[in-house]
DNA sequence: CGGGCGGTTGACCCAGATCAATCAAAGTGG
DNA sequence: CCACTTTGATTGATCTGGGTCAACCGCCCG
């Protein structure tokens, strides 16, 4: 079960969370993450498997991740589920219920994870003391329309293989920005995921890892990824 | 071109715009659509075929429409362009760029159309003042990301015979909601461009009509079209 | 009335799905 | 610590939905 864990004494706040500036980091001066820390009267460990939120819930919240990973996926009336995103620490999910009516996702933990919440009354309030957090709200909005459309052109117009060296490079971005090397990271996800998330089987996806590593560019061992030749995988996606 | 249409004195306010209640609807009263008014200082006609904004445009400014039909597209480095959305009388668009920076998509007209211009340094203004026109720019940047996940749901779980089903059953809802008849109305788009939003080929949807036709679901003759069998249609989406 | 664009229909083909067997890693319990 | 099970990944063989290519139609507009 998800386990919540208190936050009032001497639990780490915002200010000095490991991830700096990741999680908020538009022109945020010290007192606005004072304010910041206020806002989240809550964190979760999550385990593996486990459900941050399910599709219905009107908890009412946004969520940032601290440590581990998240999934979140939509589901048809046929019981069928489509990946939406995959969320590394520091980035924020669950954005779809900031309407404050309830949850169209389900969001799932792929790691043993640690979780922020913010509840959206809260944010309406400081929000308006705080004009940059609006801003910053704003940005993640319009930020999670343009990563959609991002996956949308992604599943219309490449072919299976250019999805996956697509995925490889957008994995190794995040993970760049998170501190981490550019061409070695352990992937969070199955085959499977990575498969629903692309619109391609767990075959397709594994037959293309193993297609891709005979080819030299990359090097992968289960989960363990190592990006051998960046410019192959980038001039793969550049034309049809 | 687009020809911009001045606002100033004996031009048509928000307050007696036909289309009522539809582009903003939420808990709004008559004082507060005053101020929403004040906010659209600009429209703009946009011939068929015409660009309302193009992919990095900084206008910094969200569309509604008031008469017409509008497509937005994203595009990849190879010039492969994916349509992310059609946009109907009273629909709102353009919210990619409401991190006032610019737009990571094309907007094109479908056909003849009138367009409302909100600037969002206007727009962040007038916002303070009112919190349920707040309210109401989250709810439609939150509906933008579920609109997006549905279309992901789709071209991920759904074959093409589906895909064309719930594209004629948006339409239909998304005409009725505008006071047009549920069953009978005129597709604002070509076969291309439907194939295109669906990922599939133009001739593919022209078949999937043919078929429906046939199978007694729906009387089509070139964008016109008659569902003959809502249930049916709604049924075809509903197992794999 | 002729030209062109958008739509339809047919024939063929292939990328990627499906089905199936095998393998490897990571638990799990005795 | 080692057998046993489970889960996830790989690889091969085969099949098919929908793409591609091409011909033709018909509506609309100048």
Redesign the pocket.
Same mark, same amino acid.
């Given at each position: 079960m998800t386990r919540h864990i208190a936050l009032n004494k001497d639990s780490i706040h915002c200010a000095n969370c490991m991830l700096g500036r990741i999680c908020m980091p538009q022109k945020m001066n010290l007192t606005d993450i004072e304010h910041l820390t206020e806002l989240i009267k809550e964190r979760i460990r999550v385990a593996k498997g486990e459900y941050v939120f399910h599709i219905g819930n009107t908890s009412g919240a946004i969520y940032s991740i601290r440590t581990g990973a998240i999934k979140t996926q939509v589901e048809n009336n046929c019981g069928h589920t489509q990946i939406t995103g995959f969320f590394l620490p520091g980035e924020v999910f669950g954005l779809d219920s900031f309407t404050a009516q309830q949850h169209t996702s389900d969001a799932i933990a792929l790691e043993d994870s640690e979780v922020c919440v913010m509840y959206t009354k809260d944010l309406n309030i400081v929000a308006q003391q705080i004009p940059s957090l609006q801003a910053q709200f704003r940005h993640l909005l319009s930020g999670e329309i343009i990563r959609s459309h991002q996956l949308l052109l992604s599943l219309g117009s490449l072919?299976?293989?250019q999805r996956v060296a697509w995925f490889i490079l957008d994995m190794s971005a995040r993970f760049t920005q998170l501190g981490y090397s550019s061409n070695e990271f352990i992937l969070r996800m199955?085959?499977?995921d990575i498969g629903n998330y692309l619109?391609? $089987?767990?075959? $397709?996806v594994?037959?293309l890892?193993?297609r891709f590593q005979k080819e030299g560019l990359i090097h992968?061992q289960?989960?363990a990824i190592r990006i051998l030749d960046h410019e192959a995988l980038q001039s793969l996606i550049k034309y049809k």
């Amino acid at each position: 079960m998800t386990r919540h864990i208190a936050l009032n004494k001497d639990s780490i706040h915002c200010a000095n969370c490991m991830l700096g500036r990741i999680c908020m980091p538009q022109k945020m001066n010290l007192t606005d993450i004072e304010h910041l820390t206020e806002l989240i009267k809550e964190r979760i460990r999550v385990a593996k498997g486990e459900y941050v939120f399910h599709i219905g819930n009107t908890s009412g919240a946004i969520y940032s991740i601290r440590t581990g990973a998240i999934k979140t996926q939509v589901e048809n009336n046929c019981g069928h589920t489509q990946i939406t995103g995959f969320f590394l620490p520091g980035e924020v999910f669950g954005l779809d219920s900031f309407t404050a009516q309830q949850h169209t996702s389900d969001a799932i933990a792929l790691e043993d994870s640690e979780v922020c919440v913010m509840y959206t009354k809260d944010l309406n309030i400081v929000a308006q003391q705080i004009p940059s957090l609006q801003a910053q709200f704003r940005h993640l909005l319009s930020g999670e329309i343009i990563r959609s459309h991002q996956l949308l052109l992604s599943l219309g117009s490449l072919r299976s293989d250019q999805r996956v060296a697509w995925f490889i490079l957008d994995m190794s971005a995040r993970f760049t920005q998170l501190g981490y090397s550019s061409n070695e990271f352990i992937l969070r996800m199955s085959r499977e995921d990575i498969g629903n998330y692309l619109g391609l $089987t767990l075959e $397709t996806v594994s037959r293309l890892f193993s297609r891709f590593q005979k080819e030299g560019l990359i090097h992968i061992q289960q989960r363990a990824i190592r990006i051998l030749d960046h410019e192959a995988l980038q001039s793969l996606i550049k034309y049809k």
